[in-house]
């Protein structure tokens, strides 16, 4: 028997404050009060996100999803994924405030092999908000892995020219690990929009 | 049970044609530019391992938040499944739910609407799909409510709904509305999905009330997430 999926909607603007809680953002936590693994580099991510232009885009929800530090997720479909590392779950979710902004914890992903590719270390971000009736996908790279960025096969699916929109940017640190960007700009005509993708 | 592994491109009809005249954030919020379409892989075809751990499940009844505290509204039941595309239930899915109260005011420091509060509704609840699937809420029929801005309308009573399943791809986030609800025609949301058998998909059905009982009116609504077995089970 087969069902269609159900059809998508906005999250609208009053997704709930309590839905989002203090280390929420953490992905290197498997839940509540856990400790964060430490097998591997710790990083912070910050970002804002911005609507057409550039007003900020409030109470927006973001949700990251990653491999672990070698380059492994804790799930059926990873052929080693008993091997994963785990302590460390690779999702998390924040909310943007007044301003936009959001902030994740997590380990440098891993780079892995898949089929005759190799993907580079790499997050995945949704963006949910009030007027996307569908998330937002996009996926963020990491400056430090130039021969695996030119190598892997979804970056090599964005048109040259949008490339750099989709590497985090270092930005000193926080918490004394190393602190990336990544702004999300999901209106902003051809030369300032975040590519994002579907499937 | 295996997670699903293939995940199709939307079926035709489904997905809201966007922008949606009247929604001002439509427009704001949507790229210019075209969506670039990748093949399913491997971290999109993946998800979180034993999500209640960080999303803690549980509190399913949002009518009652204490004893001897009753909600204002009309006591509802809401309970389903959760299903893959071919109709296998998917056990382990993180549910949550919100929505208005029976004024039809949020719980939300951003819904500044001249209507009342009701001090024993917050109006938002998170569960776990059982071992075939199944969730449940109790809760109330959330009010109506006026959308602000130059065009007339109202949102009908709907039911927010976001779910976590065993996939990037199965991510749900979506809408319930109620049967007969004479604003479900005038929606601009839930009209932006063009086909009419999807619509329909996302209007609860009532539950006989002699399956039900007394205490509560019941709504059957199944939640279906994107995703297949890429090899289906032999009959």
């Known amino acids: 028997m087969s069902r269609p999926p159900l059809s998508q909607h906005t999250i609208g603007p009053f997704f709930p404050r309590s839905f989002v809680r203090p280390d929420d953002n953490d992905l290197a936590r498997i839940g509540a009060g856990a400790p964060p693994s430490t097998r591997g580099e710790r990083i912070t991510l910050r970002g804002r996100v911005t609507r057409e232009a550039g007003a900020a885009c409030v109470n927006a929800l973001v949700e990251a999803w990653q491999a672990d530090a070698a380059g492994r997720f804790r799930h059926p479909a990873d052929p080693a994924h008993a091997l994963a590392d785990p302590d460390f779950l690779g999702w998390g979710r924040a909310a943007t405030d007044a301003d936009g902004a959001f902030e994740f914890r997590s380990l440098m992903p891993g780079g892995y092999a898949e089929g005759n590719h190799h993907r580079a270390p790499h997050i995945n971000l949704t963006v949910m908000a009030s007027g996307l009736m569908r998330p937002l996908v996009t996926c963020l790279f990491f400056p430090d892995h130039p021969a695996e960025n030119a190598g892997d096969p979804v970056l090599a699916l964005v048109p040259p020219a949008a490339r750099a929109r989709l590497l985090a940017r270092p930005e000193g640190l926080a918490d004394g690990s190393r602190c990336f960007r990544f702004d999300l700009r999901l209106r902003g005509g051809a030369t300032e929009e975040t590519p994002f993708f579907c499937e | ?235």
């Open chain 2, 1 to 235: 049970m295996q997670p699903p592994d293939r995940f199709d491109p939307w079926p035709e009809g489904i997905e809201p044609a966007v922008p949606i005249p009247g929604y001002a954030n439509t427009f704001t919020h949507l790229p210019s530019q075209p969506l670039i379409r990748r093949p399913a892989t491997r971290t999109e075809a993946t998800g979180p391992f034993r999500l209640d751990r960080k999303l803690p499940c549980g509190d399913d009844n949002l009518a009652v938040p204490g004893p001897g505290r009753i909600a204002l509204g009309q006591l509802i039941h809401i309970a389903g499944r959760v299903l893959d595309e071919d109709a296998r239930p998917v056990p382990g899915a993180v549910v949550e739910l919100w929505q208005a109260n029976a004024a039809g005011r949020y719980f939300h420091p951003i819904d500044t609407r001249d209507a009342p509060l009701d001090a024993n509704f917050i109006g938002s609840g998170r569960v776990l799909s059982d071992a075939e699937g199944r969730y449940g809420f109790f809760t109330i029929r959330p009010g109506a409510y006026p959308v602000p801005g130059p065009a007339t309308w109202w949102r009908p009573p709907h039911v927010h709904f976001s779910v976590l399943g065993p996939a990037s791809l199965s991510r749900l986030v979506t809408q319930m509305y109620f049967p007969g609800d004479p604003l479900n025609p005038l929606d601009r949301i839930l009209m932006s999905v063009p086909d009419a058998a999807a619509r329909e998909r996302l209007v609860a059905r009532l539950v006989p009330p002699a399956e039900v009982g007394l205490g509560w009116l019941g709504y059957a609504f199944d939640l279906v997430l994107r995703g297949r077995a890429a090899t289906p089970a032999m009959p």
